[in-house]
């Protein structure tokens, strides 16, 4: 007989079992609650709608609470066929494509999974006419957004992605979920940074069409968007902002009071992340991003010095993006404490980016680069060049890096062998150019950072051919970015440092002694040691 919307009643046997199972669910006991499905599964019930809830109430806590994926994909399928050729049971259907899909996921079937959720948008689509118009809305959403994930994770241009989101954006709009537009955002926002492209500004308008639906959104225990999905949209958000802001050089942006002011307080704005993150890791995971199961693991302590021989694969896929978080937010905090000369600070953050590297070697290989530019910083601010340069080349070398990030190191590595004062650092310094992306490739924008860095090199290099005068002017807009965009101290410090003598050789001692009281203060500001008694020398 063929299925209806509304499930037959169980028998009196059956029925015992499923409460059964419902209760041991309700009480932390999984594997209890899987015998009863079992039973209730092998009972060869004349109703195959109650054996496909079954199938898949069974398929979902074998996912949830075990390693037997596929055991947990066997039980999802005998559900999907069961519901496939009958009419109605529209939920049981969505629910069913869902579970199988992330099954097909964990066994690396990328092109089956793409095929289950084609074929439950389609399911939704049709059912926009019908009764179970509602449900239907929230489940192409939820489709949609389960296809861009798959693009995002597989396709090798964004394009296919972006498509995809935006098309999920068009739902969310449709159906009035802001917290839904505000997540297809994000999304968006990630992927175009990633993007060889660096379509920053794109990036920059996804994340404030973001704030906007957060906005747009009330929140609270009784109504609106519940706080747990609410902060962990902000720390997405957040975090997104402050990698995009940094990749960019805009540090001024980052660093500018909430009333607006120019200044603002660097340590305030890794305060601000650490509070997001805490705020958000209180609740298990609420969206696709990353499942339930794999936050509340991680959030409650998953062992981090086991390293992945801790982990299953199908755990170590669910923990992955948050452990890539943990390193962006470390990567983040690395960065900001850098521009305020705090090294100790510093330091900390980077040995614990460093052991999360060491642990989860396969899972974070793609932020290694990273790691050795954050290395490189570091060094450099802490006088020792010849080491910053050797993290410097070897990212400018790693075609793992992204085409912005080996120009950045190119240009790094040209102003630690200027700084090192090696007697052939021209040369090494026209090499390193030579190598850059930025020569071999077709052009492409800059951002503030590697503007500010070109300057100060091409200065630093004509004052050492003597032109004097291309120098000045060279020096004059790095420290004009330095300065007025990037907040960088150290940045502002060399070119003051810089001009001082070549000022005080044209008898201009007032400008001089200006430039070096200023670079002084700076330096004592960012309690920076060494290069005050280098200026009290002077």
């Not at 906007?212 to 997104?240: F, K, N």
């Not at 021989?309 to 896929?317: G, K, N, Q």
Request: net charge neutral.
């Amino acid at each position: 007989m063929s299925l209806t919307s509304t499930a037959p009643a169980p028998s009196a046997g059956v029925d015992a079992l499923l409460l059964l199972a419902k209760g041991f669910v309700a009480r932390g006991q999984p594997l209890l609650a899987i015998k009863c499905y079992v039973a209730v599964c092998q009972s060869k019930h004349e109703f195959p709608a109650v054996e496909a809830h079954a199938q898949i109430q069974l398929g979902t806590l074998l996912l949830e609470h075990s390693h037997n994926v596929l055991e947990a994909h066997q039980a999802l399928s005998k559900a999907q066929l069961l519901l496939e050729r009958s009419t109605g049971n529209f939920d049981l259907k969505c629910k069913a494509l869902s579970g199988l899909g992330r099954c097909q996921k964990y066994l690396r079937k990328i092109r089956h999974q793409q095929q289950t959720y084609k074929r439950a948008i389609t399911l939704c689509s049709a059912a926009l006419h019908t009764p179970d118009r509602a449900s239907a809305q929230h489940w192409l959403l939820h489709f949609h957004l389960r296809a861009a994930n798959v693009e995002m994770d597989s396709a090798a241009s964004v394009g296919s992605a972006v498509e995809a989101l935006e098309a999920s954006m068009k739902l969310a709009a449709d159906a009035n979920l802001p917290s839904a537009q505000a997540l297809c955002q994000l999304f968006k926002a990630q992927l175009l940074m990633t993007d060889d492209s660096r379509q920053a500004a794109a990036a920059q308008e996804a994340l404030d069409a973001c704030h906007a639906a957060l906005a747009a959104q009330p929140c609270g225990p009784s109504t609106g968007l519940p706080l747990a999905i609410y902060a962990q949209l902000r720390l997405h958000h957040a975090l997104l902002r402050c990698l995009l802001l940094l990749s960019q050089g805009s540090i001024a942006t980052l660093a500018a009071c909430p009333s607006g002011g120019k200044q603002g307080d660097m340590a305030q704005a890794v305060r601000d992340l650490h509070d997001l993150y805490t705020a958000a890791a209180a609740e298990p995971w609420s969206y696709e991003w990353l499942s339930v199961p794999g936050v509340a693991a991680l959030a409650e302590g998953v062992d981090l010095q086991a390293g992945e021989s801790a982990l299953t694969d199908r755990s170590l896929s669910e923990c992955r993006p948050l452990l890539a978080l943990h390193c962006l937010l470390s990567e983040s905090a690395v960065r900001i404490h850098l521009t305020q000369h705090a090294l100790l600070d510093a330091l900390s953050c980077l040995s614990k980016l460093q052991q999360l590297l060491t642990s989860f070697p396969s899972s974070l290989q793609s932020l290694v680069p990273s790691f050795h530019m954050l290395s490189g910083q570091y060094a450099a601010a802490c006088g020792q060049h010849a080491h910053a340069g050797s993290h410097f080349s070897h990212v400018a070398s790693e075609e793992a890096a992204s085409p912005q990030m080996r120009r950045l190191a190119v240009l790094h590595a040209c102003l630690a062998e200027a700084n090192g004062q090696h007697p052939n650092w021209m040369g090494r310094a026209q090499a390193l150019l030579a190598t850059s992306p930025q020569q071999q490739e077709q052009p492409q924008p800059e951002s503030l950072l590697e503007k500010g860095l070109r300057h100060l090199i091409s200065g630093l290099m004509q004052l050492a051919e003597g032109d004097e005068a291309g120098g000045r002017v060279a020096l004059s807009r790095a420290l004009k970015l330095a300065h007025g965009e990037l907040s960088d101290h150290q940045m502002v410090s060399q070119v003051l440092n810089t001009l001082a003598p070549i000022h005080l050789g044209r008898g201009d001692a007032q400008g001089a002694t200006s430039m070096l009281t200023s670079s002084f203060t700076l330096a004592h500001n960012m309690k920076d040691l060494a290069s005050q008694g280098h200026l009290s020398a002077v």
